[in-house]
């Protein structure tokens, strides 16, 4: 191996270092703000019954997607409890969900920084970039060397490892937005904030949503790979089986995982869908047994209406 001639592993490390023994306390506390809000994530719940928990997943698909999938999703989760990994998936779901709130909470309001500022937009593209193609394993590294092992670490790889689609779909969205619809809401007397939430926000909505989905996704493959840094849940069952070549425990939990991804993709994914209006019970059931409602479309018009 050649002698490297510029130390940038040692810089990095050296960095490291330093701030870790100038931090007065900030990443302890960020890290229990993180663990306390993942937790009461997974107690809550670790503490629905089986039936319950599946049960709201079953009402959703049938409302959002269908009846066909809703009795998909209760053949999923029976499987899983019959394998006996309903505890496992429960955690890896609750870390999923805690790491997607966070990174919408960070990624929305910096997607709209984006879409507003040419500025912060080339700020935040080689920052998401970097995000983006990193491999997923290097990002434990220095959230185990910050946080320690556990929860946090893994929560918190998660939500680096899956914020930039929130980010990038947010921008984009609030980008195509029809500029006749921008110049309506402003003609009528739009505030630029009302300009943001009445006109701009609900017209980019299916784009944000497939970032939603893409934040989702993106965070339960990597809520997998936290199980390296003792996150728990599923991922501890697919390590244990690669550690002890155990084809079976692979296989099982490797299928929780696939079942838990494709609920929650189908059902994140109807959201961003008929122009991100949500159907009523009475349209899905129209829609169910004949018949649709034609998506809504934006018009000028029904900007004046709305801002005025």
Not at 9 to 14: F, K, M, P
Not at 44 to 54: E, F, I, S, T, Y
Not at 273 to 286: D, H, P, Q, T, Y
Request: charge should be neutral.
């Amino acid at each position: 191996m050649a002698e490297a001639f510029i130390p940038l592993g040692d810089w990095v490390n050296e960095a490291t270092q330093f701030v870790l023994a100038h931090d007065d306390g900030l990443f302890e506390k960020a890290g229990h703000v993180i663990e306390t809000f993942t937790v009461a994530v997974q107690d809550g719940l670790q503490a629905m019954p089986v039936w319950m928990l599946a049960g709201v997943f079953v009402v959703l698909g049938l409302w959002r997607v269908g009846a066909g999938f809703a009795a998909f999703t209760a053949a999923c989760f029976g499987l899983i409890y019959g394998i006996g990994l309903w505890d496992q998936t429960v955690v890896t779901l609750a870390q999923t969900l805690a790491a997607t709130v966070i990174s919408l909470l960070l990624g929305v309001p910096l997607g709209i920084a984006s879409a507003k500022s040419k500025h912060v937009s080339m700020v935040i593209r080689p920052v998401l970039d970097f995000m983006q193609t990193m491999p997923a394993f290097v990002y434990l590294i220095p959230a185990a060397m910050l946080f320690g092992l556990g929860i946090v670490p893994g929560v918190l790889s998660t939500v680096v490892f899956a914020m930039p689609p929130a980010v990038r779909l947010t921008a984009l969205g609030i980008r195509q937005v029809d500029h006749e619809l921008v110049e309506a809401g402003l003609s009528f007397g739009c505030t630029p904030t009302q300009l943001l939430f009445k006109v701009q926000l609900p017209n980019a909505l299916p784009a944000i949503m497939a970032g939603v989905n893409q934040t989702i996704m993106m965070a339960l493959s990597m809520v997998i790979i936290a199980s390296m840094v003792g996150a728990g849940g599923l991922g501890n069952e697919v390590l244990a089986s690669i550690q002890r070549l155990d084809i079976g425990l692979g296989y099982e939990s490797g299928l929780s995982v696939v079942l838990l991804a494709i609920i929650l993709d189908r059902i994140t994914e109807s959201f961003g869908g008929n122009g991100g209006k949500r159907l009523g019970f009475a349209a899905r059931m129209k829609k169910l047994f004949g018949g649709s409602r034609p998506a809504a479309v934006a018009t000028p018009d029904t900007v004046a209406k709305t801002v005025g």
